[in-house]
DNA sequence: CCTCAAAATGAATACGTAACCATTTTAAAT
DNA sequence: ATTTAAAATGGTTACGTATTCATTTTGAGG
């Protein structure tokens, strides 16, 4: 490998000089400049990152821990990251982490040293916050929150729960079911929560049958609906705690010939862009402003890493109900 | 920072010890191996992934240079390559690159010295092909292929234009459209040229007015869309040149009130994961194997780099139709 | 021609690790 | 006890860069 050593002594100077070259070229008399550049031009030297950070104790690589693709919600927001990242400079590591590989991912980003972190992946109850913030690297979790109360970029999550009841409720469906994720993780917490509120604030009457908090998993969320569908009394309509999981549901409506919205409202959170589309056009509770969480997230935590701004980041974005073409007013039949 | 030599100290022994006690425990001692490890463990010390780098002269890094990912193409193939990578010790940087930000992502690459670089965005004549293979670096392919037929991992793309029109074809349409991408792109390139002999073989007229080879833009596809829904003799049918155009297109029908396939039946190409979705439902050609285009190239992409294998990889794999809700019978009316 | 500050360059060092080679310790065999 | 090979450990160096400090060169002003 080619060194800046090499290129030293091709040009005849010092690799100081190459150094300088390099990032300081103002300090450097053009003849000199001239040769140097060429000698990098013949020996086609490149840099090495790692041998800069070594000296310079800055990495300009950021970690990206983020939830599976799978989701449209981190197709948008990881799309959002690493494009406004390398806009500023940074490369960024991804992983898509599953919970059991949780610790490698940390590992993997403390080993390179990188300049921050990025993650969804946290629960509200993580040991590993009071590890992150010991490591003393910028750190924010974006979606989800720890309950800390720190470094979080989120949208109003119980909010969003609450809206999106009222929404049905005010359809006129009165069996309402609740289809959302582990209530170990603020975003499905908060959205149930605000959820229960609206059930309770208009008086519905509500049984354990039509509550399912899944592991987010396909698998899971069919069992929920089948398990909806053979209740006695079926609901007329589905809250879900994320768009994922509404999609996840619409399918299997479609495969059992369930029509929706006429044999069944469902409404999302996120407003994930794909669920515009004129094929899905899904009612959904999502964040009134049109950047996404990932964007929020990744410039504030720039920010940090730049401006060594140590206040805490606590963005709470408010929502509004996106009403399109899944959820529809219930006909008075029964 | 707290390196190797911090922990040395603390634990009373030289920091070749404490390299070794990380790397090759089973050649030292029980005792020391523990207070090796109670020392690692007091001290928080995290070996400095760059250090390693530079001395072993290998990163365990990988860069992906990706399409964007609101083409659902490389979402999937995003997902499939990180996770494999992760899962064989490799970390990824990912860029998404625009055109005119390639040469800046090849740098970024080449000072980062990673392992291998996996790509999708060449031309059939990119200047950057030669430039590759003289780095010495393992890099592979995907979806497109250079000029010189080196080193990639693709689709039947002839085969799968031919598939789609034969299609479409055989459904009894006389006027189809074709709606595909820049031609200086090997895929969009082979998959029109099947599509035209497949056109000329069934003696099918065909007229400049219904080929548009788009720059793959929202707003391009959308202008083509315009274009054929206002020919005095509108085709009945598209054949596009990716389920990422198809599913633009049939968003703009969607918006325009043309019923897909009632009013309009299209295809894609690539069967793309969200493609089977029930509220979608797209009509494609797309590999036979189960395993998608990502996740081959990055499997051979790690081969190359740990068995040096330097076997010029060419895989075409072959396709075929899967016939869902977006094309049908043409009915003969006219 | 001399002085002297500014401009330009170079020499030496540190960053944190693994690898190489040398040395010490251990334990088995005599 | 002595020898000897194996096991365990340590000292030193290299990786490629930026930085710090020292030295040389330059050119303006007297």
């Known amino acids: 490998m080619v060194s800046s050593k090499d290129v030293a002594k091709h040009a005849g100077v010092s690799q100081t000089t190459v150094s300088r070259v390099l990032n300081t070229p103002e300090f450097v008399k053009k003849p000199t400049l001239d040769k140097v550049m060429k000698a990098i031009d013949e020996l086609n030297y490149i840099p090495n990152a790692h041998a800069r950070s070594l000296v310079q104790n800055k990495t300009n690589t950021i970690a990206l821990l983020s939830g599976p693709l799978h989701n449209p919600f981190f197709v948008d927001t990881t799309s ?60 924010i979790t974006y979606n989800r929150k720890h309950k800390k109360n720190e470094n979080f970029v989120e949208i109003d999550n119980v909010q969003a729960g609450y809206l999106s009841a009222k929404h049905m409720i005010e359809l006129g469906h009165k069996t309402i079911a609740w289809v959302g994720g582990p209530l170990t993780v603020s975003t499905f917490n908060n959205r149930y929560s605000g959820f229960l509120q609206a059930i309770k604030d208009y008086n519905l009457p509500l049984s354990e049958q039509y ?48 029509k929706v919205p006429d044999d069944l409202s469902i409404i999302g959170i996120d407003n994930v862009d794909i669920s515009q589309h004129g094929l899905i056009q899904l009612t959904t509770v999502g964040s009134i402003s049109q950047q996404n969480l990932g964007d929020l997230a990744i410039s504030e935590l720039i920010k940090m890493i730049e401006n060594k701004k140590n206040d805490c980041i606590k963005i709470t974005e408010p929502v509004k109900i996106f009403n399109r073409r899944t959820t529809r007013k219930i006909e008075n039949e029964q």
């Not at 610790?103 to 300049?115: G, H, L, Q, R, S």
């Not at 993580?126 to 913030?133: V, Y």
């Not at 398990?227 to 495969?255: Q, V, Y």
Request: proline share 4%; charged share 25%.
């Open 211 to 258: 509550i399912f908090n899944t592991d987010t998993s396909k698998q899971e969320i069919s069992t929920a609906f089948h398990r909806l569908m053979k209740l006695e009394h079926r609901p007329t309509a589905i809250c879900t705690g994320a768009d994922s999981l509404a999609l996840n549901l619409i399918d299997d409506a479609i495969r059992e010939d369930f």
């Open 80 to 139: 959002a990251i690493i494009n406004y990242a390398n806009e500023m400079g940074y490369r960024v590591n991804v992983q898509y982490v599953n919970d059991h590989k949780l610790p490698e991912a940390y590992a993997t980003a403390f080993e390179n040293k990188v300049d921050g972190i990025i993650l969804s992946c946290i629960l509200i109850d993580d040991p590993i916050f009071e590890k992150l913030k010991q490591m003393d690297i910028p750190f």
